[in-house]
């Protein structure tokens, strides 16, 4: 069964750091560009970071350049995401995706609270 | 960066046909695939069609979509009550730099 597993979601204070890690596993993890997709607290879906397959290739979105890296480990199956300077607004449940002509498959998320 | 816009919300009757709209530019939807996903409540989104008209396996077919220039459409035909969900298009977008925009969302409702 091909699986995304996302881990490290966490409550932190404004300003402060955290790590998500995802596990791919039931394909080739490094044939397939990898995506963070995050969804506040009865919003909509947000894309945020994508890398391709062997991580030469990076993009972010506007509202987290700067703040957000994302890496990737083909030897472990896994994709990171960085977030510094945390926000009250970058409260949501992040999910990490594969692409696949179209995200797909999702993992369940998990959920990073932003707060004081 | 850019989002792209759906309507709010819509609704059927068990067996009716509901369409979902989808509008973009030529950035995204005009030169990119477009693909659907459905996210029922309290779950993860799920992708529904991709580049523009496949269905992945295990999707029924009452599940349609369709692309003409910067728009395109999920249609659902013999709608049932387990479609009761949230539904958002996506694409990639070139400009001005390679992102991923998603629709803002339509809540169907089955009456």
């Known amino acids: 069964e091909v699986q995304m597993v996302e881990s490290g979601g966490a409550s932190v204070q404004p300003g402060g750091s955290l790590r998500l890690s995802c596990v791919g596993s039931?394909?080739?993890?490094?044939?397939?560009?990898l995506n963070w997709v995050r969804q506040a607290p009865g919003k909509g879906l947000e894309w945020i970071s994508y890398?391709?397959?062997?991580?030469?290739?990076?993009y972010y979105a506007d509202s987290v350049k700067g703040r957000f890296s994302i890496s990737r480990d083909n030897g472990v199956n896994s994709v990171y995401l960085q977030m510094n300077s945390l926000r009250v607004e970058d409260t949501a449940v992040y999910y990490c995706?594969?692409?696949?002509?179209?995200?797909?498959?999702w993992g369940q998320g998990t959920l990073v609270t932003v707060s004081s | 960066q850019s989002v792209l816009t759906q309507p709010p919300s819509a609704s059927g009757t068990p067996g009716q046909r509901v369409t979902i709209s989808c509008s973009g530019s030529?950035?995204?939807?005009?030169?990119?695939?477009v693909n659907w996903y459905q996210q029922l409540p309290g779950a993860a989104p799920k992708l529904l069609i991709y580049?523009?008209?496949q269905r992945p396996s295990g999707v029924p077919d009452r599940f349609s979509g369709s692309k003409s220039g910067t728009s395109a459409s999920l249609a659902i035909s013999g709608l049932q009550s387990e479609d009761e969900a949230d539904y958002y298009c996506?694409?990639?977008?070139?400009?001005?730099?390679?992102?991923?925009?998603f629709g803002t969302g339509t809540k169907v409702t089955v009456l």
């Open positions: 995706v594969r692409d696949s002509a179209g995200f797909d498959p």
């Open positions: 039931g394909f080739i993890f490094n044939n397939y560009e």
């Open positions: 890398i391709s397959n062997s991580g030469s290739a990076i």
């Open positions: 030529s950035s995204n939807i005009g030169s990119n695939s």
């Open positions: 580049s523009n008209n």
């Open positions: 996506g694409a990639w977008d070139d400009s001005p730099s390679d992102h991923y925009v």
